[in-house]
């Protein structure tokens, strides 16, 4: 009779009815859960790395006997490198700026005499197309500077920059003042200009 009654379908459907309820029923908990965001941000940088060599000695620039005695030498291309320069963005450009070599007395050159030599400035490792500027100062060391930039870089870079400096000249390959001759290179690294 047992047997019998725990077969029926009445039966047992009043204890399914009462088993489901419970089953969906949760338990209090003991843990709580709470979100909190997290946010920051990263500037964009360009770093050039320390120049390899600080200054650029080129020495004696004129022939000291021959028959150009007194006019510029054929002087050996000079090179300096910034090494782990970087941009962390898309978009830079590496720019150059040069000033010619100038005697620093600031006296006109008499007839025949120049006190500027002129050179060519390249700065390259930096997108598919170098930096470049030659001076074009004038006898007496007027109008020295001149710049370049380079093509645009697309992506994110970290890489070494070259700079050579070349092609030294005297305006009119006239014969050079004595004096101390100084110039100056500034490379640039940075986003593309944008134009006004």
């Known amino acids: 009779m047992k047997a019998d ?8 459907l009043p204890m399914l ?6 089953a969906a029923q949760e ?10 965001a997290v946010s920051g941000s990263v500037a964009r ?31 050996s291309a000079q090179s300096v490198t ?7 963005f898309a978009g830079s450009v590496l720019g150059v700026t ?10 006109a050159p008499p007839a025949g005499f120049a006190r500027a030599v002129n050179y060519t400035a390249t700065a390259s490792g930096w997108g598919s ?19 370049g930039s380079g ?13 050579s400096l070349s092609s030294f000249t005297a305006p009119g390959n006239a014969l050079l003042v004595a004096g101390n001759y100084t110039g100056l290179v500034t490379v640039t690294l940075g986003p593309v200009p944008v134009s006004e």
């Open 98 to 107: 040069a000033s010619a070599l100038v005697d620093g007395s600031g006296a």
């Open 5 to 12: 009654l725990l077969r029926s379908p009445l039966i047992l």
């Open 45 to 75: 940088l360009c770093i050039l790395g320390e120049p390899s060599r600080a200054v650029i000695d080129i020495g004696q620039m004129v022939q000291t006997s021959g028959a150009s005695v007194g006019r510029i030498a054929a002087l």
């Open 82 to 88: 910034l090494p782990g320069s970087f941009c962390n």
């Open 151 to 163: 093509t645009t870089q697309p992506e994110p870079k970290l890489g070494d920059v070259d700079v």
């Open 129 to 147: 197309g170098d930096a470049e500027a030659t001076t074009s100062a004038a006898f007496d060391g007027t109008n020295p500077d001149a710049s």
């Open 17 to 22: 009815g009462i088993a489901v309820p419970a």
């Open 27 to 36: 338990g209090p908990s003991d843990t709580a859960r709470g979100q909190v």
